[in-house]
């Protein structure tokens, strides 16, 4: 017992060791599991950002993609009134269309990325 004078009495003196041991243990075991979770956490989040990327760029390719598809609409009213020019062999036209295609192999290839990443990541 605690006599008030800074002094432990006999019977708690020689099991305050085992304490500290034990807080020690538990402060290390605690600390591990930190690492533990930061770690994996930091893992989730590289892996989150990296899916984050892929749609970002998916995005912006289909956005890309709309902008060629409405130059494509607005030649063929301009070409509207020829009727001597064939529609599908205008160099804006079939440059746009190529682009297109281009455009939707690079997306579909974003989301085959993005879709592998995220198996990876369960």
Known sequence: MYSGKGELTSSRQGSGGGNVKKLLDDFRKGLERVRWFSAVFAERLKIEIA??????ESD???????DLLRKIGERVIELKGHQDKNILKDSVVAE???????IEKTLDDLKGKA??????AE
Do not use: H, N, P, Q
């Not at 899916?51 to 970002?56: A, E, R, V």
């Not at 746009?96 to 281009?102: G, L, Q, S, W």
């Open 96 to 102: 746009a269309a190529a682009e297109i295609i281009r």
């Open 115 to 120: 879709a592998e990443i995220g198996r990876v």
């Open 60 to 66: 912006r390719m289909s956005k890309t993609r709309e």
């Open 51 to 56: 899916i984050f990327k892929l749609l970002y």
